[in-house]
């Protein structure tokens, strides 16, 4: 019987500390602008009917309640994004440098001693995190009320390294807990690629006038005509470092052969999220979603459908603007997307998952199905993204009127079985990418993470 860990205060206190992180580094400009990539246009998709906004109480399979009344009680303004960081010192650069040199080989794992070792039968959840500390503070307090989360491994992947926000993650006490951090960041290099160096020919100058002035890439303008900016381009370099770092250098996962789930920092989780992964992947394994290779948790929707179809999978081709939230996949499909890497980092587009349609349409030798939940558990709640201005952005409404939807329907989670729909449809016609991965020092970099090399400057 599965089991609901028991919450302690120390989880709100967590929280707590970590919007109190964010609330220090909007006053003294440490964090940078949000860089975290939405596709296409869904302006309506985060919307989530409740009733009034709610704090849950859920109750899960067999009447197990987990999470307290403390949880989704932050107090803190609505989000804005983030001012510019400021430039850090050589000395600053060289010591983050080390220590997240020292994180990433050292591998340590927090609360080993509480929940044991991994192994076969862990979830592995793997985050990636950029400065929206309040957003990531939701997804946290939402990851702790989840049914089985103590039986879990939560791999941070960061492109910042902030101390005070590493001391929050680290205290997290409802399951084990490991960081990783992208080593080429616009962090580490404010003045100099990846970042953006002095002499880079600006996005909009024209390729006629780049070879004038000869900046640096003008021999290199993407599809569109247009130069590289690194807060766009990181975002796709984080993406595949991360899955690279994941699947083949994390020791303790170098056996792991379940699937690991990718979610990122604005995202928000329902309460029986493992339960119905753990469901999708026991479909999958037993080859009984008819040649599904990968998976997904959630599905871009105007309203949640969790009464029609709570204990419903579709099984389709995948879509990037579609099937790419709490994607999760194994080591065998790794193995494909990998194989697949000059497709990946040479096509220009600088969104990850648009790179990924290209591969999956141009390169892998089986087509990319996915079994998706047809009711997602889990959100997007990232409202104030890089592609979203709007005025008013508070990622708490949404995570209200989600939790007010899970109490008011919290008997139809945890299904006891998913049905399995096919609905194959017409692959896309893939035009040109979205452009902004023009650059070759961007091409050669992303390879350079499949390679296994050092990428030399």
């Not at 001012?83 to 997240?100: C, D, Q, Y």
């Not at 902004?436 to 390879?447: A, F, T, V, Y």
């Amino acid at each position: 019987m599965v089991k609901i860990l028991c919450k302690s205060s120390k989880t709100f206190l967590i929280v707590l500390v970590i919007t109190l992180i964010w609330l220090h580094t909007y006053l003294s400009g440490i964090l940078g602008t949000e860089n975290s990539v939405d596709k296409s246009p869904r302006a309506d998709d985060d919307k989530i009917p409740g009733a009034a906004p709610a704090v849950v109480d859920e109750t899960g399979k067999n009447g197990n309640t987990g999470g307290g009344s403390e949880h989704g009680r932050l107090g803190t303004p609505a989000f804005i994004n983030l001012p510019e960081p400021r430039p850090l010192s050589a000395e600053e650069i060289e010591e983050i440098t080390k220590e997240m040199t020292f994180e990433n080989e050292m591998q340590r794992i927090y609360n080993v001693e509480k929940f044991g070792p991994v192994n076969e039968g862990t979830y592995v959840l793997v985050i990636q995190v950029h400065s929206r500390v309040e957003y990531l503070s939701l997804l946290i307090e939402s990851l702790s009320r989840v049914q089985n989360i103590e039986n879990s491994l939560l791999v941070f992947s960061h492109d910042l390294y902030v101390p005070q926000l590493n001391e929050a993650i680290r205290n997290i006490d409802f399951t084990r807990v490991m960081q990783i951090f992208y080593p080429y960041s616009i962090q580490l290099h404010p003045t100099s690629f990846p970042g953006q160096s002095p002499d880079d020919c600006p996005r909009d100058i024209s390729p006629e006038k780049a070879q004038q002035t000869k900046c640096r890439n003008a021999d290199h303008p993407d599809v569109y005509g247009h130069y590289r900016e690194a807060r766009y381009t990181q975002t796709k370099h984080h993406w595949w470092w991360k899955a690279n770092f994941v699947f083949g250098k994390i020791v303790t996962l170098r056996n792991y052969t379940g699937v690991v789930a990718f979610i990122e920092e604005d995202h928000y989780v329902a309460p029986d999220f493992l339960w119905v992964l753990d469901l999708m992947e026991t479909l999958m394994v037993q080859n009984l979603c008819h040649g599904c290779n990968l998976l997904a948790l959630g599905t871009y929707l105007k309203t949640w459908n969790i009464k029609v179809a709570n204990s419903r999978g579709v099984v389709t081709n995948w879509i990037s603007s579609k099937h790419n939230m709490g994607m999760a996949f194994n080591r065998t499909m790794w193995n494909e997307i990998s194989r697949c890497a000059p497709t990946f980092c040479e096509y220009d587009d600088y969104n990850w998952d648009w790179s990924l349609l290209q591969v999956a349409y141009t390169c892998l030798h089986q087509p990319m199905t996915v079994f998706y939940a047809k009711a997602p558990r889990i959100f997007h709640i990232g409202d104030c993204g890089m592609h979203y201005k709007q005025k008013k952005c508070n990622p708490h409404t949404a995570a209200k009127a989600i939790d007010a939807g899970v109490k008011t329907h919290h008997a139809l989670l945890f299904p006891d079985k998913l049905t399995v729909e096919v609905r194959h449809g017409k692959n896309m016609r893939l035009k040109k990418g979205n452009g902004g991965w023009g650059d070759i020092r961007d091409k050669q970099l992303c390879l350079s993470f499949s390679k296994d090399e050092k990428y030399q400057f």
